[in-house]
């Protein structure tokens, strides 16, 4: 489970204010009512998901490793970034497992997309193509290339390689599966893209990375239970959806994710999503950014110290690693390390860790909350999802604003397809 840290932030934060507010709009989620209520399956998924999909889910994965060396997610956006952040945050940038997984159709890049195709061409691979419509541009130009390449590969039998994640009854992909012989999984009607890591959307490709699937719900059931509750005093989903808009409201336009760990990177970009796309509306909201500290700090470093104080940090944390290293001594001590030798490299990480803290909350006078794993496995991920997805809905009614929508996403979607010659479209 996680710790929300909230004595960084320099000002102290106005619960009392909020009590009202809180107590209504978690009526409002509870009873799916308000704007985008049509949307809010996601609240109680963990423990309402169809258990028969699961194990199904678990059974495809199971023929997926013993029958091929790489899988290909191809999906963009909620499609595949919160599979992604589970999948690198659980087994590292450099797993040790028989199966690889890369990702296809949240590019339009001609480079990206014939060098992984170039790539596929002496590879076994299984595609897991994730979309709900089945006419998301980037994702099915990608599908179309890949499916290409199957039937290269294996003739009338191709179909056996492809796992369709999509709607229960309609749409272009569903359509195709019926006729074409794939199995499919679904993307329930009231959950959209950004909230479903917790569904099949992100469930299968988890799971065929070999991560505990049915753990990672049952973290996502016990965020549910803890923070389906409007005590502001004791729940810290929502004291960190009340701080953050205490935030928004006091001066501050960015938001910035931090991590200490390479392969948690993704967790901010899926956050930068979730965030980004929930609240970025009507001319409101928080610019939702991320960085990876301590390489970071080379970079983004002077500016978050110095810069334009228009932001505050969110630390996303994990006490133990999963691996570690020992610094040894070296004889001749050129570069002066010895001073570390015997010292582990997670003690060296978080001192880098505290020493950043102190410089920017004392010296830099940029608020920091502060939310600590005790480790990273599937409970503790499947927590964290949930809490993030739950503040993200707070945050957004608390602004007014339909955290379900995107309104300027299907804006750049139809200037592209006027562009493009697609035929209806003026």
Request: hydrophobic share 35%.
């Amino acid at each position: 489970m996680i710790h929300l840290d909230l004595t960084h932030v320099i000002e102290k934060i106005p619960f009392d204010s909020y009590k009202k507010s809180v107590k209504t709009i978690n009526e409002m989620i509870d009873k799916k009512e308000g704007k985008g209520n049509d949307f809010l399956g996601w609240t109680t998924w963990p423990k309402d998901y169809d258990k028969e999909e699961v194990e199904r889910i678990i059974k495809a994965s199971n023929f997926i490793q013993q029958n091929y060396d790489t899988l290909v997610v191809c999906g963009i956006g909620g499609s595949y970034l919160g599979a992604r952040a589970a999948i690198e945050a659980l087994t590292g940038l450099f797993p040790k497992r028989k199966i690889e997984i890369i990702y296809l159709g949240q590019t339009l890049s001609p480079n990206y997309i014939s060098q992984v195709l170039a790539y596929l061409e002496n590879k076994n691979f299984a595609v897991n193509v994730i979309s709900k419509s089945g006419t998301t541009t980037e994702t099915s130009i990608a599908f179309r290339l890949l499916k290409e390449l199957l039937i290269k590969k294996h003739g009338k039998d191709y179909f056996k390689a492809i796992f369709a994640t999509t709607d229960k009854e309609r749409g272009a992909l569903k359509q195709e599966a019926l006729k074409e012989g794939y199995e499919t999984f679904i993307i329930p009607d009231d959950i959209g893209g950004r909230y479903s890591v917790i569904t099949a959307v992100g469930l299968l490709p988890i799971a065929v990375a070999g991560c505990d699937i049915k753990v990672l719900l049952n973290g996502a059931k016990k965020a549910m239970e803890d923070f389906d509750n409007d005590d502001l005093t004791n729940n810290i989903c929502y004291q960190y959806a009340c701080t953050r808009n205490y935030f928004y409201t006091h001066g501050k336009h960015v938001e910035m994710y931090v991590t200490y760990e390479p392969h948690h990177t993704q967790i901010g970009e899926w956050l930068k999503q979730l965030y980004g796309e929930s609240e970025g509306k009507e001319k409101k909201g928080l610019l939702p950014d991320s960085v990876t500290f301590s390489t970071d700090l080379h970079s983004l470093g002077q500016f978050i110290q110095d810069g334009t104080p228009l932001l505050f940090e969110t630390i996303v944390r994990v006490q133990t690693p999963n691996e570690d290293i020992i610094v040894k001594e070296d004889t001749e001590n050129l570069d002066g390390l010895n001073y570390l030798k015997g010292k582990a490299l997670s003690y060296i990480n978080e001192k880098a860790f505290l020493g950043t803290l102190k410089a920017h909350e004392e010296d830099g006078k940029v608020p920091n909350i502060v939310i600590t794993m005790d480790k990273m496995d599937e409970f503790n991920l499947g927590y964290l999802f949930y809490f993030f997805m739950r503040a993200c809905a707070m945050s957004a009614y608390l602004m007014d604003i339909n955290p379900f929508n995107q309104p300027g996403v299907e804006i750049y979607k139809h200037n592209m397809f006027v562009l493009l010659g697609k035929p209806g479209v003026k």
